[in-house]
T-cell receptor, first 112, second 114 residues
Framework: AQSVTQLGSHVSVSEGALVLLRCNYS??????LFWYVQYPNQGLQLLLK??????LVKGINGFEAEFKKSETSFHLTKPSAHMSDAAEYFC??????????FGAGTILRVKS | NAGVTQTPKFQVLKTGQSMTLQCAQD?????MYWYRQDPGMGLRLIYY???????DKGEVPNGYNVSRLNKREFSLRLESAAPSQTSVYFC?????????????FGPGTRLTVT
């Protein structure tokens, strides 16, 4: 069965600092991997996805993630945090039957 | 395109009351999903519909029923609400094309059961 572990339920960074949100997955089949962002009182919005091909995936708002099969990881990064990046971020892996399995989420706080 | 819409946005129920959460999508997607979101637990799948005419249980189906009314609409029903069903409910849809399993989410319904 597929599963996702997000390390750190809360991450705090200073404005302009590197953002690194960690995601490790377990999958018995080649995975499709996703990062979603949720701003307060809103639904989830797709940031980026990995399906096949290039392992470094670029998304919206300057975020990117690298698929590392040997480490079963798909960490999300952004070189310079902005106040508007404060939100909750979810990593997800594709499961059987066209379903997604989500991690517990990481709340990103950006300090001025 | 409105994308995925959900009604109502907020609802307060008393224990034992029933209600139906409505979801519609205008993207011609085949698959639709209902999730609940609770603090620290991410999103948990309640029910899903891979295509019109089919529905299947997800991770936490107890206390819920669903109807895939047509390709656009997928409703979630609570027959006898319990305080444990206090949560934020999200509907999502997916095109289910090869190499494209991403899901598109509605704005959510915030349900409180007292």
């Amino acid at each position: 069965a597929q599963s996702v572990t997000q390390l750190g339920s809360h991450v705090s960074v200073s404005e302009g600092a590197l953002v690194l949100l960690r995601c490790n997955y377990s999958s018995s089949v080649p995975p499709y991997l996703f990062w979603y962002v949720q701003y307060p009182n809103q639904g989830l919005q797709l940031l980026l996805k990995y399906t096949t091909g290039a392992t470094l995936v670029k998304g919206i708002n300057g975020f990117e993630a690298e698929f590392k099969k040997s480490e079963t990881s798909f960490h999300l990064t952004k070189p310079s945090a902005h106040m508007s990046d404060a939100a909750e971020y979810f990593c997800a892996v594709s499961g059987y039957g066209n379903k997604l399995v989500f991690g517990a989420g990481t709340i990103l706080r950006v300090k001025s | 395109n409105a994308g995925v819409t959900q009604t109502p946005k907020f609802q307060v129920l008393k224990t034992g009351q029933s209600m139906t959460l409505q979801c519609a999508q205008d993207m011609n997607h085949n698959s639709m999903y209902w999730y609940r979101q609770d603090p620290g637990m991410g999103l948990r799948l309640i029910y899903y519909s891979a295509s019109e005419g089919t529905t299947d249980k997800g991770e936490v189906p107890n206390g819920y029923n669903v109807s895939r009314l047509n390709k656009r609409e997928f409703s979630l029903r609570l027959e006898s609400a319990a305080p444990s069903q206090t949560s934020v409910y999200f509907c999502a849809s997916s095109p289910l094309r090869a190499s494209s399993y991403e899901q598109y989410f509605g704005p959510g319904t915030r349900l409180t059961v007292t």
